[in-house]
């Protein structure tokens, strides 16, 4: 790190601050240097004495990232990635085999999963045996086995929870993938397919589309203030790609009342849930869904089954 202090006699005096570890790495820098020469002329009988086990293991680990820069075409910021990498002491996990992987410190099974070659289809984790979220974090010696599904795809949390150069550059690439395959959906009013929607071209990108509903009080707005901007767009469903959605269910209590809830989205309509808050109060119980869907059309249906179920009083998204 470099400081610029203000001197006694008025004049600005900069400043290297460094860490051991920093200055050991500048003098490997020396030391490899010093190897390429002996090679260089032939001699390389002493040249891996220069070095410890320690700083052969950095070395190959550095060669490992610079290996994956080339193969990921600079896909994320160099010192971003590789620092994080190098500077962190490992820990080593195993497979149910006993297979060894190194990670950095603070990984996470979905780290595991990428280093493995299984990261973009990874569905759940046991660690110990025990069934686990893969963004759990490791520890030194776990065993870890990673569950994968056809069906899976990368979300955003993955972004923030993974540790190692590779899992995130690989994220970065698909997520810049999937915003530039197709229109940007508002966040203040959430369209999905099958709605009416407007587009709107980004005033600092023009290659960028933002998808609103056409009621979006943003989109009126902006319809009125950039009236240039408006593009015909887009916005079909996919069997690939779906949007979460919540709704809210008022009922009166009874026995299996959760059970026909979950099983008219889930057997009923085949979607996909996510989370389940419910609280009840003199007999009247308020659940709030998340769950995921594919078009608005989806989500009519899935208001209509549960609104058909015994007991239920009101039923809308929120």
Not at 72 to 87: K, N, P, S, T
Request: hydrophobic share 40%; glycine share 8%; net charge negative.
């Amino acid at each position: 790190m470099h400081v610029q202090l203000l001197g006694e006699m008025g004049t600005w005096e900069e400043i290297h601050i460094s860490s051991e570890e920093m200055v050991r790495r500048t003098k490997l820098g020396i030391m490899l240097e010093r190897i390429g020469n002996r090679r260089a002329d032939g001699d390389v009988r002493d040249a891996n004495r220069l070095l410890e086990r320690g700083d052969r293991e950095w070395i190959d680990k550095f060669c490992v990232m610079l290996e994956r820069i080339a193969e990921g075409e600079g896909d994320i910021h160099f010192m971003e990635g590789v620092a994080d990498a190098l500077y962190a002491e490992d820990i080593t996990v195993y497979d149910a085999a006993g297979t060894p992987t190194r990670l950095p410190q603070h990984a996470t099974a979905l780290d595991c999963a990428f280093e493995r070659g299984v990261g973009e289809k990874a569905h759940y984790a046991r660690i110990d045996g025990r069934l686990a979220s893969l963004v759990t974090p490791l520890e030194h010696g776990n065993c870890v086995e990673i569950f994968t599904s056809e069906q899976t795809r990368p979300c955003a949390e993955w972004t923030d929870a993974v540790k190692t150069f590779k899992a995130k550059n690989f994220l970065k690439a698909y997520f810049r993938r999937e915003a530039s395959a197709g229109p940007c959906r508002c966040p203040e009013c959430l369209p999905l397919p099958g709605q009416e929607v407007i587009g709107f071209t980004d005033e600092t990108c023009e290659n960028t589309v933002t998808v609103h509903r056409r009621d979006c009080p943003r989109a009126i707005s902006l319809s009125a203030q950039h009236g240039d901007a408006i593009v015909e767009v887009e916005f079909p469903d996919h069997p690939d790609v779906t949007y979460p959605v919540a709704t809210r269910i008022r009922a009166v209590d009874r026995p299996r009342l959760l059970h026909d809830i979950i099983a008219s989205l889930t057997d009923g309509l085949g979607l996909e849930m996510n989370e389940l808050h419910v609280a009840t109060r003199d007999h009247i119980v308020e659940l709030t869904v998340h769950y995921a869907v594919h078009s608005v059309g989806e989500l009519r249906s899935a208001v209509r089954f549960l609104g058909a179920i015994e007991g239920v009083d009101e039923v809308c998204k929120i």
